[in-house]
């Protein structure tokens, strides 16, 4: 009965999302259920995810041949998936004072310059902090144009949560949105 909005997101689930949002079509051409990593086996709930979207060249894993599928995402890596994902560009400087030197500072920059992500109001971007539940819901949903603008854009009978039931939430619409089922094109 909760979704814990304010929760952190692993890689793991965060791959999941993505391989779901995959077409048909992309799905079959990168399907894959082998992968590099040592931390990741077959029998793995999120093998399927992990290796179709390493295979696509969306996802890949640490210098050590990790994953960690189980480590929180951070704000750097969800912003580079998003990236590869939506083959976002930009050329341009830095949309953050805190991302200069970054390994991730020319996929935050693409990010950013797309409206997937955005910044904090002292104007950094905070690239090694992880991502709440509800922070990437807003992402994915930004990215795929599926922000509801008010309560009445929800559907009727819709899922509800005990822990996203005050409308006053900067995330309620967002989690509301990402989590209740219907037809949508991108």
Known sequence: GSVQPEGDITRAEVATIFFRLLTDESRDEFWSQTNPYSDVSEDDWYNNAVSTLTNAGIIDGYEDGTFKPNGN??????????????????????????????????????????????????????????VTRAELM?????????????????????????????????????????????????
């Open 138 to 186: 807003a992402m994915v949903n930004r990215a795929t144009g599926r922000a509801p603008e008010s309560t009445s854009a929800l559907l009727s009978g819709m899922k509800t949560w005990k822990d996203n039931a005050d409308t006053a939430r900067w995330y309620y619409l967002d989690v509301q949105e990402a989590t209740n089922s219907h037809t949508y094109q991108m």
């Open 73 to 130: 995402i951070t704000r750097a890596e969800f912003a580079t998936i998003a990236v590869r994902f939506f083959e976002a560009t930009y050329d341009g400087g830095d949309l953050f004072s805190d991302i200069a030197g970054h390994w991730a500072q020319d996929y935050i920059n693409e990010a950013a310059n797309a409206g997937i992500v955005d910044g904090y109001p002292d104007g950094t971007f905070g690239p090694d902090k992880t």
